[in-house]
């Protein structure tokens, strides 16, 4: 099943969301301003993209009222970004949920929920994600943003096999990953993002799993000229608040905060989607080819995906994980 974004929904929701946005806009004397560490620097445009859009909408809701000091991962790295801002050295945490997967990522597992901001947050998702960091992070969640529609994909140096897998293959990946990777017969290796340009070059590794935008801005497109299609999953980048930073916030500059997190929630899919089809016609003139998995392949893949995903979750987070995933079910945004 194809990620799905309900647009007659969002349409109203959005609509009413800039509305509260707008009420909101008077700011006030003393401005805040927040220290906000991100997983991802200005160069790896499709998510941090993300942030931007996020800044730029509070800034819209409730003009200076809240402000940003943004630090990336040259200050911090990316896996060690979580306990800084539960202890409060660190305001505001922008990342993705799988570098803190080990130290209950429980967020990750929103990568197997469909990307419709609206019945996320309709169908207690949204809340409960909230509530689990409140309780085991001390960080409140004020915006859950999707990259685009499309999420991952795999990249690789030579094409499919004729069986149409990656049979005998190496392919970089993060445990998120792996099911798609052994989907295709091919075997995962663990390597960092910034090592995958070099991995494939020297022959490390064959291919590599990334977010389906991405391959520009890291260059992969010089030493991998073959992207699988369809891609899988959503990439769903989280904004949290240490918890008593929150709590020692004006209910203005919390409402300019949780307002523009709803505003960028709706935008994101469609804004994403826009990035990743820019990318694409690049690639495309560029000659990295796409690779075309068989339905019963892709459907392989997508589950695997799913699996994957949940099982981390599982693994992580327990109770809380099934709950969540009963809350997806039910209303049809998993499988």
């Known amino acids: 099943m194809r990620l799905q974004f309900r647009p007659s929904r969002t349409g109203a929701i959005r609509g009413a969301a800039l509305a509260a946005g707008l009420m909101l806009a008077t700011a006030c004397a003393n401005a805040a301003e927040l220290s906000l560490l991100s997983s991802f620097d200005s160069t790896q445009t499709p998510t941090y993209a993300v942030l931007d859009r996020y800044m730029k909408n509070v800034e819209m809701v409730g003009g200076d009222t809240v402000t940003f000091k943004v630090s990336g ?7 060690e970004q979580l306990e800084p801002v539960s202890s409060g050295a660190f305001a505001v945490l922008y990342t993705h949920p799988v570098f803190h997967a080990g ?6 597992a929103v990568d197997a929920i469909d990307v419709d901001p609206v019945a996320r947050r309709e169908s207690g998702v949204w809340d409960a994600i909230d509530n689990f960091y409140q309780a085991q992070h001390n960080l409140k969640l004020v915006a859950m943003m999707s990259v685009s529609m499309e999420g991952y994909h795999l990249f690789t140096k030579e094409p499919l096999s004729p069986e149409g897998d990656l049979a005998g293959r190496k392919v970089r990946g993060t445990p998120t990953y792996f099911g798609p990777i052994k989907a295709l017969g091919a075997e995962p290796v663990v390597l960092p993002g910034s090592e995958i340009y070099s991995a494939l070059q020297t022959g490390i590794v064959d291919g590599a799993g990334w977010p389906a935008a991405g391959m520009l801005s890291m260059k992969h497109y010089e030493v991998a000229k073959y992207r699988l299609r369809p891609t899988f999953g959503a990439a769903t980048q989280p904004v949290f608040v240490n918890l008593d930073v929150w709590n020692g916030l004006s209910k203005e500059e919390q409402s300019v905060l949780l ?17 990743q089809a820019a990318e694409d016609a690049k690639l495309d003139a560029l000659g990295v080819k796409i690779e075309t998995l068989s ?3 892709a459907a392989e893949v997508q589950k695997a995906f799913y699996d994957t995903i949940w099982g981390l979750a599982d693994n992580c987070c327990g109770v809380a994980s099934a709950s969540l995933k009963e809350l997806a079910l039910k209303a049809d945004l998993t499988k």
């Open 73 to 79: 991962p040259e200050t911090v790295p990316i896996f």
């Open 103 to 108: 130290d209950g990522g429980l967020a990750l």
């Open 259 to 275: 307002e523009a997190g709803r505003i960028t929630e709706l935008e994101m899919p469609w804004i994403g989607n826009h990035i």
């Open 295 to 297: 339905p019963e392949k």
